[in-house]
């Protein structure tokens, strides 16, 4: 009977203390997992997805790109962490940037009406530009001294340019890996810091974000995009 009691009140401890995401790890939570997610698409709404814009497959999430809108977690108040992901750039892509490069981002901080795009700062996946930082519909960012917001505008990684809005464009001092291979993005969120790295190479890192909380978004934006890991490392 002791036994019994025991295993009772673990049970409860362990149903009581489950958060809003699935698919925890050591030291960290897998994201990429459907439950932890619903999807909303431009001029269909949420969870309407008649062309299959978002296909989970074998633990691989594939994003066609073929409607604007995204993937954002149920959860909506996700604040101090690290995020890592591993993503790639497929071959299809769509109008209106079906022969402009390839295009797509993951915001953090997202909040608000379910809208392309809700207010967000945003580390943006792009051709040649890859580890940009936007200020979304609202949210505020200052990278080196000068600050951006509330209207939606880019800081540029240093190196970016000159940049062409071309398919398949790669820049002079590129830091992703050539088309097709995997590559790894972190974003850290710390108060309100936050930065960007790609394959190891710090892009950006800013101060005084406004908001400093909200959901985390993957972009489908007329490209193609495969993500095979996205992780969660609480910092507190």
Known sequence: MRNLRMF???LLFVTATAGCVSGKKQGGVDL???????S???KQGIGIDPNQVFDWQNGVLRISGQHYGY???KQTNFSDYRLVAEFKWGNATWEPRKNLARDSGILVHAGGKDMVWPQSIEAQLIEGGTGDILVVNGAYLTVAGKTLGPKTARFDRPGRNPWKDELGFRGPNEIEKPHGQWNR????????????SVNGHTTLDGTNAIPTTGKIV????GAELFFRRLELYPLR
């Open 8 to 10: 009772s009140f673990v």
């Open 32 to 38: 990429l997992q459907p439950e932890n997610f619903y």
């Open 40 to 42: 909303y698409i431009e």
């Open 71 to 73: 993937l954002a977690t």
């Open 185 to 196: 993005l972190e974003i850290l969120c710390d108060g309100d810091r936050v930065k960007v």
């Open 218 to 221: 993957l972009q489908s934006e």
